[in-house]
């Protein structure tokens, strides 16, 4: 039988796996990109950008989670090591950053990265009939959309 028990073909399945365990390594390091931001962030724009950076780590924390359970409906193994994250992710790492300009600067370019990363696999998931997948993925590009036009109009 080359169909799961979601009547899916298991090779671009398989794939779909791969791509999400991508994805979900990409997640991984921008929720930790947002704690730091969160716990670092200073000066005048600290009270608006801590309570955000609030909704953004505890939102990721949301998709983080929809992501490994759908690997799992897929029958993958969602990746669950940070030294596994840490090869694969292409989202860049924030160190030490508490500048408002640059904390936003950096979950712009985490979101554009993500929002690559998605579009790929909406594309996949759409070549393999995967609905359930398509579904989250355009349901995070709508959003993370919003979210970069949002950010933009901040960084003016």
């Given at each position: 039988m080359n169909t799961t028990i979601l009547g899916l073909d298991k090779k671009k399945t398989a794939n779909l796996?791969?791509?999400?365990?991508?994805?979900?390594?990409?997640?991984?390091?921008?929720?930790?990109?947002?704690?730091?931001?969160?716990?670092?962030?200073?000066?005048?724009?600290?009270?608006?950008?801590h309570i955000k950076f609030e909704e953004f780590y505890t939102d990721s924390q949301e998709k983080i989670d929809l992501i490994a359970e759908r690997i799992l409906t897929l029958e993958g193994v969602?990746?669950?090591?940070?030294?596994?994250?840490?090869?694969?992710?292409?989202?860049?790492?924030?160190?030490?950053?508490?500048?408002?300009?640059?904390?936003?600067?950096l979950v712009v370019t985490s979101l554009s990265e993500l929002l690559k990363i998605e579009r790929a696999i909406l594309n996949s998931s759409d070549d393999a009939n995967d609905e359930g997948t398509n579904s989250m993925m355009s349901d995070f590009i709508a959003e993370q959309e919003k979210t970069l036009w949002m950010l933009n109009s901040w960084l003016g």
């Amino acid at each position: 039988m080359n169909t799961t028990i979601l009547g899916l073909d298991k090779k671009k399945t398989a794939n779909l796996v791969i791509d999400l365990n991508g994805l979900l390594a990409n997640f991984q390091v921008y929720y930790q990109n947002l704690r730091g931001l969160h716990w670092n962030i200073k000066g005048k724009n600290f009270f608006d950008l801590h309570i955000k950076f609030e909704e953004f780590y505890t939102d990721s924390q949301e998709k983080i989670d929809l992501i490994a359970e759908r690997i799992l409906t897929l029958e993958g193994v969602p990746m669950h090591t940070f030294e596994e994250y840490s090869k694969i992710a292409t989202v860049p790492v924030g160190i030490n950053i508490s500048k408002d300009v640059e904390a936003v600067k950096l979950v712009v370019t985490s979101l554009s990265e993500l929002l690559k990363i998605e579009r790929a696999i909406l594309n996949s998931s759409d070549d393999a009939n995967d609905e359930g997948t398509n579904s989250m993925m355009s349901d995070f590009i709508a959003e993370q959309e919003k979210t970069l036009w949002m950010l933009n109009s901040w960084l003016g």
